[in-house]
């Protein structure tokens, strides 16, 4: 039981080398791809930002140069306007030819603006440009005269004018003008981010989404028209970050945030760039997984690799694990077979490793071992030989005792043997019952000669003392353990099933098997060999009274068994003189048990009486 649980928890030499060569090729290259994966992932994630980074602050930067050459070209227009005055453009001043000359000349210098007026303290003006004011451009227009009359000036917010194809987002950029401290009017002009439109759109692609937010949040200008000028943004993380920063921000800043899409939410990284002198911002976003679409190309690239290599790392392990424990196996199997008893296995390796040198070492300890085993298996042939031979010798001397029964304990042996065989009985009863039918007499030895070789038939006293011939035997082989399994043919051969037999008058299933088959052996022998009161029987006349006693006296299987042996043929008797009828013993020495055999046997007289000496016969 030991030995088959250890063999079930034995882990083969295979999986553990075939784990170290994994172990060692797969884990450095793990750790290694996994580093570089790791180290170029961020430096991706770096590239992207820095991408995003680098659009922002050049549309920021744009956007400042703009304003600031703005700012330039109505201070200029300012400084015109008070030289052309004379410092005055109140009353009917404002509207002079070389003002409106002035103004015009300005709108018509850049195609970027779209609408400027002049302003006089009174609130009266001129204008000129391609557009017409509205009521949204007038409410600017107030909120930039209010700014003015506190001498600041104002950047509005971003409005859309016209209507259809001639939209255009605009916004307004004032100053006031002052003649030393006094407050003489506002130049304001209206700027066209047509230009601001289209440098979003040439930056705009490959996922990324450019677009610019005032300081309210709401949208200024993007790159496709799904966005609305004066959107409110803020729903967005990144740009609320810039409103609630208070638009105190100077440098670009870049984060990951999520986007509600209906039921679908997508992962952006966004970068946010102030423009500082419009309080304004400019954002370009793109989704993860278009940003980091290099980061996940190189991780799918690099699991591709690292799969491809733990491949081959395994296909390499695998061989070189086999290279290694095919001879173990190989001289695995040659073990079990020698520990089977199979000494002709040799091993047919051939290899200049140690591995090698075990199997020649193999080769040679199954020649000794081969050798020894004959020597030992001759050894005990040669034993077997002497101990069955000195049985048969022991047996032989019992025999010599009693002229008339030489050759008893062989004949008795070969038909028990025969019995058993038809019987199908296993081999090691075999053996057992070979040695125990070849001695069950040996117990005559201790018999005095004069009952033993008794020429007549036996007195009642006499066949009372030759009964004690089967506990002798038993007494004399007791001490010799290794023939314990045969003393019970020795000593119980002479019980019947019925109870009547001797010596202790055991019944049935109480008879072991080995003294029934003895039994029925040493009957048919007794039956068929001449004795001082009895002239062998035929072997049909003794297998007539044989089965008559089959289930009284003798075990009906082994009965059954004997009578197919020698229905075949096996059974051969040369030796019997056949003299009829033999007349029955006398009454004084027929023992009780042989009344009941005659009763079995009513029906044939002659039989009947025959039967009635058998166990004296058979003593």
């Known amino acids: 039981m030991s030995s088959s649980t250890s063999s079930h928890a034995r882990i083969p030499i295979l999986y553990l080398i075939l784990g170290v060569l994994l172990v060692i090729s797969i884990v450095p290259m793990y750790f290694y791809s996994a580093q570089v994966e790791s180290i170029n992932r961020d430096r991706l994630k770096t590239n992207e930002m820095l991408l995003q980074n680098t659009v922002t602050r050049s549309l920021a930067d744009d956007l400042s140069q703009h304003e600031r050459s703005l700012r330039m070209m109505l201070a200029n ?35 970027e603006i779209a609408y400027a007026t002049l302003i006089n303290s009174e609130a009266k003006g001129i204008s000129a440009g391609r557009i017409t004011a509205d009521a949204f451009l007038n409410r600017e227009l107030e909120h930039a005269y209010a700014a003015a009359r506190d001498g600041r000036a104002y950047n509005g917010q971003a409005l859309s004018v016209g209507e259809g194809k001639s939209t255009r987002t ?11 401290s006094r407050f003489l009017g506002m130049i304001a002009s209206v700027v066209d981010l047509q230009f601001l439109i289209r440098r979003l759109q040439e930056v705009s692609g490959g996922g990324l989404t450019p677009y610019v937010v005032d300081a309210q949040g709401r949208l200024v200008a993007a790159a496709t028209p799904e966005f609305a ?38 992962e952006i990284l966004g970068t946010s760039s102030p423009v500082t002198a419009l309080d304004w911002a400019v954002i370009v976003q793109k989704p993860r997984r278009e940003a980091y679409r290099g980061v996940y190309e190189m991780q799918r690239t690099a699991r591709l690799l690292a799969l491809l290599a733990v491949l081959l790392s395994v296909g390499v392990s695998i061989f070189a694990a086999r290279r290694i424990t095919n001879p173990l196996e190989i001289l695995t199997q040659s073990s079990r077979a020698l520990a089977k008893g199979d000494f002709s296995q040799r091993v047919h390796l051939w290899s200049r490793t140690e591995i090698g040198e075990l199997a020649q070492t193999f080769n040679t300890m199954s020649e000794e071992l081969e050798r020894f085993v004959e020597d030992l298996k001759r050894a005990a042939d040669e034993n077997r030989a002497l101990f069955m031979g000195s049985i048969q010798m022991l047996a032989g001397a019992v025999d010599e005792k009693d002229p008339y029964t030489r ?25 057992t ?28 006293e006499e066949f009372e003392v030759m009964k004690t011939h089967t506990t002798k035997g038993a007494n004399i082989l007791r001490p010799v353990t290794q023939l314990a399994e045969m003393l019970p043919g ?24 080995l003294a029934r088959v003895i039994a029925v052996a040493d009957t048919f022998d007794a ?30 299987d082994a009965v059954k068994a004997l ?57």
């Open 170 to 180: 605009v916004f307004l950029v004032s100053s006031p003008v002052m003649y030393g």
């Open 77 to 111: 227009l300012s400084s015109a306007i008070q030289v052309a005055s004379g410092g005055d453009i109140g009353g009917k001043n404002i509207e002079s030819p070389e003002l409106r000359a002035l103004l015009e000349n300005f709108v018509s210098s850049s195609d």
């Open 407 to 431: 050759g008893h304990s062989d004949r008795v042996t070969r038909y028990s043997m025969l019995i058993a065989k038809e019987m199908n009985l296993d081999h090691t009863f075999m053996e």
């Open 563 to 619: 009578l197919a042996v020698y229905a075949r043929g096996e059974i051969r008797i040369q030796r019997f003189t056949i003299k009829r009828p033999i007349a029955p013993m006398p009454a004084s020495v027929v023992e009780p048990e042989s009344v009941e055999v005659a009763e079995t046997a009513a029906t044939q007289a002659a039989l009947a009486a025959d039967a009635a000496a058998l166990e004296r016969t058979r003593v």
């Open 490 to 513: 020795i000593e119980l051969h002479h019980e019947a099933l019925d109870g009547r037999g001797y010596p202790y008058g055991l019944k049935g299933d109480q008879i072991p098997l």
């Open 527 to 556: 039956l068929t060999t001449n004795r001082p009161y009895q002239t062998a029987h035929t072997p049909d006349q003794a297998l007539q009274i044989i089965q008559n006693l089959a289930g009284k006296r003798l075990d009906p």
């Open 433 to 460: 019952l070979q040695i125990s039918a070849q001695l069950h007499d040996v117990g005559k030895i201790g018999i005095e000669d004069h009952i033993l070789k008794k020429p007549g038939a036996l007195t009642a």
């Open 229 to 266: 000028t004066g959107q409110d943004m803020k729903n967005l993380e990144i740009v609320r970050n810039f409103v609630e920063g208070g638009n105190k921000a100077q440098l670009a800043a870049t984060r990951e945030f999520t986007v509600n899409n209906g039921s679908e939410k997508i």
